[in-house]
C-alpha cells in the first residue's frame, strides 16, 4: 500500500498560461500532501505543506497567488501553476502522508517545461 | 536552519565495489533520518529510516548508520551493482517543524560493469 500518483508526468506549456498539477493517494486517506519542486541536480525545496479541508501553508519565498494549492479532499491535492514563466520550468514532487503518521510517500513526479 | 550535505556529488565506480555516501546535518536534533533513492526523471523510493536513538538499519545489501551527536550518516552498499546507478539523497526529520524532511542535494552514483 500507500502508493502517490501524479497527473501528468509531463507537460508543456506557453508562457502566461497556468497549468494544474494532479496528486492522488491511491490506497489511502492522505490528511497532509506536500509541495516540492527540483531543479536540476539539486535536492528537492519544499514550497507547501497541505492539509486536507484547510488553507496551505507555504514556505518562505514561494508565491501563494502563483502557486494555488488545492486540498479538497483525503485523497487528493492539485497544484496550480499560474502565468507560467520559463523560471518556472522544473520537477515538480508531491508526497502525502496518514493522518498520525509522520512517513511521506512520494509521488514520480512531474516535469514542467515552459516556453 | 536545519543544513544538510552530501558528499561526494557524484561517484563512479566498477561493479561488485562495497562504497559509502555520506550525510551531515548541522542540527543534531532530529527525529529520524532518511535515505531515498531517485532514478533520473522519477519520484523517490524510500530506501532506509533510522529513528534517532537507532544507530542503524540494514536492508539487503544496504546498511545505513547514524550517529546523531556528531550528525552524521553513512550509506554503504555492498557488492554495488549497475541497477544501483541512482541519486541517493538523505532527508532529516524534526517532529516540531511539522514533521517536514529537509533534504541534501544527492550523491550521484554510477557503478560501471
Known amino acids: 500500500g500507500a502508493v502517490v500518483s501524479q497527473h501528468p508526468s509531463r507537460v508543456i506549456c506557453k508562457s502566461g498560461t497556468s497549468v494544474k498539477i494532479e496528486c492522488r493517494s491511491l490506497d489511502f486517506q492522505a490528511t497532509t500532501m506536500f509541495w516540492y519542486r527540483q531543479f536540476p541536480k539539486q535536492s528537492l525545496m519544499l514550497m507547501a505543506t497541505?492539509?486536507?479541508?484547510?488553507?496551505?501553508?507555504?514556505e518562505q519565498g514561494v508565491e501563494k497567488d502563483k502557486f494555488l494549492i488545492n486540498h479538497a479532499s483525503l485523497t487528493l491535492s492539485t497544484l496550480t501553476v499560474t502565468s507560467a514563466h520559463p523560471e518556472d520550468s522544473s520537477f515538480y514532487i508531491c508526497?502525502?502522508?496518514?493522518?498520525?503518521?509522520?512517513?511521506?510517500?512520494f509521488g514520480p513526479g512531474t516535469r514542467l517545461t515552459v516556453t | 536552519k536545519q543544513e544538510v550535505t552530501q558528499i561526494p556529488a557524484a561517484l563512479s565506480v566498477p561493479e561488485g565495489e562495497n562504497l559509502v555516501l555520506n550525510c551531515s546535518f548541522t542540527d543534531s536534533a532530529i527525529y529520524n533520518l532518511q535515505w531515498f533513492r531517485q532514478d533520473p526523471g522519477k519520484g523517490l523510493t524510500s530506501l532506509l529510516l533510522?529513528?534517532?536513538?537507532?544507530r542503524e538499519q540494514t536492508s539487503g545489501r544496504l546498511n545505513a548508520s547514524l550517529d546523531k551527536s556528531s550528525g552524521r550518516s553513512t550509506l554503504y552498499i555492498a557488492a554495488s551493482q549497475p541497477g544501483d546507478s541512482a541519486t541517493y539523497l538523505c532527508a532529516v526529520r524534526r517532529w516540531e517543524y511539522g514533521n517536514k524532511l529537509v533534504f541534501g542535494a544527492g550523491t550521484i552514483l554510477r557503478v560501471k560493469s
Open positions: 497541505s492539509n486536507e479541508g484547510s488553507k496551505a501553508t507555504y
Open positions: 533510522i529513528q534517532s536513538s537507532q
Open positions: 508526497s502525502a502522508r496518514r493522518r498520525g503518521g509522520y512517513e511521506q510517500y
